[in-house]
């Protein structure tokens, strides 16, 4: 049963068809990027084996075969979602539903299902541009989170240093960069990312990085700090090359 926190927004899906899945398989994989104020908590299907009833046993979601089992007040459902065609649901559930729960049909959920994926589509295309002109760059570009974990790379940081992506995103970058278990420090590396967290702006340097196979490589580092509208640090920009 979902935690009943006074903030969240619990909802329901009614249909458990390939449009349920397709709407939490999206869910899920934006649960882990975006803190949602609403969040999906339960499927109702009368066949437990319907691909979006899967799915929800798989994500730990409440599953249901009968919709009315939502009205319990334990689930805390506030809003029922239809994602069947069917009539008969439809009138069934607006007849049926308690007062407190709202209830979206199914031309409306299709509607604003086909509004965001087209949406993500676009998005989808714009960052495959993006990715496209990064790796066609000679330059090493490097995105690294204030924690100094590695976001990001193109192809030709990767084929210069010889890693693989799997190598690199998500480890810290003097892990990388350097060999090192510790963050580097000034009297060991003149590092150019301390340099910019300390200033809050662009900083330069020329130090040695040693690459996949323990061979140096003199780098000429640009780090550049992105900020959010609060002033944070959001992330770093690396630009650099190897000279």
């Known amino acids: 049963m979902p935690d009943q926190g006074a903030e969240t927004y619990y909802i329901a899906l009614v249909g458990g068809g390939d449009f349920c899945r397709e709407v939490l398989g999206r869910y899920a994989l934006a649960e882990g990027e975006t803190e949602f104020s609403a969040r999906i908590s339960a499927v109702a299907d009368p066949d437990p084996a319907s691909p979006g009833i899967v799915l929800a046993r798989e994500l730990g979601l409440v599953t249901v075969r009968d919709y009315r089992e939502l009205y319990d007040p334990r689930y805390n459902i506030k809003a029922l979602v239809l994602l069947t065609p069917e009539e008969s649901v439809l009138q069934d559930i607006l007849l049926t539903k308690p007062a407190g729960i709202r209830l979206v049909a199914y031309r409306l959920s299709r509607l604003f299902w086909n509004a965001i994926d087209a949406e993500h589509q676009k998005l989808r295309r714009r960052n495959e541009e993006i990715h496209t002109i990064l790796n066609g ?35 810290k970058c003097y892990e990388v960069f350097q060999k090192l278990y510790s963050e580097c420090t000034s009297d060991r590396i003149q590092c150019p990312l301390n340099e910019a967290v300390q200033s809050r702006k662009p900083s330069q340097n020329v130090l040695t990085r040693i690459d996949h196979g323990d061979r140096q490589h003199y780098i000429d580092v640009k780090i550049f700090p992105v900020l959010e509208k609060d002033g944070k640090i959001s992330k770093f920009i690396e630009v650099s090359r190897d000279v």
């Open 137 to 171: 760059i000679q330059d090493f570009i490097i995105v690294i989170t204030p924690d100094r974990e590695i976001m990001e790379v193109n192809e030709a940081f990767l084929n210069q240093m010889g890693y693989t992506r799997e190598e690199v995103i998500g480890r």
